[in-house]
């Protein structure tokens, strides 16, 4: 979605929230699954089935209504939510003994059984589908509509895009020629079209050309061997100081897995990592 694209969806969303306040009729939106609902979720008890939705839920001011998050050990915050299991396996009697009225969950990993069968228990279910940078943008002006804060949204985007614009210029030919991995046994690398990928290229620092299609593909050795970048940026679970701080010869940067690849405006507060 381009920049008309999301300027579009604003407006939409904040003329569906005053709309729905206003009279009987209930503007909706749709999600990723194809299906539509309706924007009447402000004070709403909330599951959130990934981490980065939670924290999403949280930069919306609307923390203390979620009953549950799945893989919360990864959701940094003081609410006290349930735990609701593994985002790619969560309870789903865990979720109905919270009572939502809005699950949300990752379209691309969450289960669509267990989309289909909190749907037959008349609970609504909003599915996100969030790979690059656009997706987040449209992620928050979905999920403020879905709360009736289309304002906040919109104010949240603004904000993350200034700060996107002052780290561009802090970082500005620091890391040239880099690549993104997530591990080097194997040596499995970030390509185009996640997230990830996108935000760097975002940040403008440059991104070596990878031979593969996959989003995480395996790279070759002799390939890696002939074609050495000068900078690595590894992503890590758990505690990243006592991991190497080069690879063959070349400096790696250590970043922490969950804020990274988890989609959300939290990475804003990690790019002082870098």
């Known amino acids: 979605m381009n920049t008309k694209g999301l300027f579009r969806l604003s407006i939409l969303c904040i003329f569906a929230t005053l709309v729905a306040n206003s009279g009987p009729f209930v503007a909706e939106q749709p999600d990723s699954q194809g299906n539509s609902v309706p924007c009447i979720f402000k004070g709403a008890p909330l599951v959130a089935l ?3 939705l939670a924290s999403m839920v949280d930069n919306l001011g609307a923390g203390p209504l979620l009953k549950g998050v799945a893989s919360k050990s990864y959701w940094e915050a003081a609410h006290p939510a349930e735990d609701v299991g593994p985002f790619n396996d969560p309870d789903i009697e865990k979720i109905l003994s919270l009572k939502p009225t809005l699950v949300l969950m990752i379209k691309e990993g969450t289960p669509k059984k267990l989309y289909d069968r909190l749907k037959k228990r ?8 969030i ?3 656009d997706d987040l943008k449209k992620g928050y002006l979905q ?10 949204a919109q104010e949240l985007i603004s904000t993350f895009e200034a700060d996107l614009r002052a780290a561009v210029q802090k970082l500005k030919n620091k890391y040239p020629e880099s690549m993104l991995l997530l591990s080097f046994k194997p040596m499995v690398a970030i390509n185009a079209g996640t997230f990830t990928h996108d935000l760097f290229k975002e940040l403008d620092i440059p991104l070596m050309s990878l031979p593969y299609k996959k989003k995480y593909p395996e790279v070759d050795r002799e390939w890696f061997g002939s074609h050495k970048p000068k900078h690595i940026f590894r992503f890590c679970m758990g505690e990243i100081s006592d991991k190497p701080k ?13 804020v990274w690849i988890q989609p959300s405006f939290k990475v804003i507060d990690a790019l002082k990592d870098l």
């Open 50 to 52: 990934a981490p980065n």
């Open 122 to 129: 008349n609970i609504a279910v909003f599915a996100f589908s």
């Open 131 to 133: 790979n690059t940078m």
């Open 143 to 152: 999920l403020g509509c879905l709360l009736q804060e289309p304002k906040k």
């Open 246 to 258: 080069t690879f063959k010869g070349i400096p790696v940067k250590n970043l922490t897995n969950n």
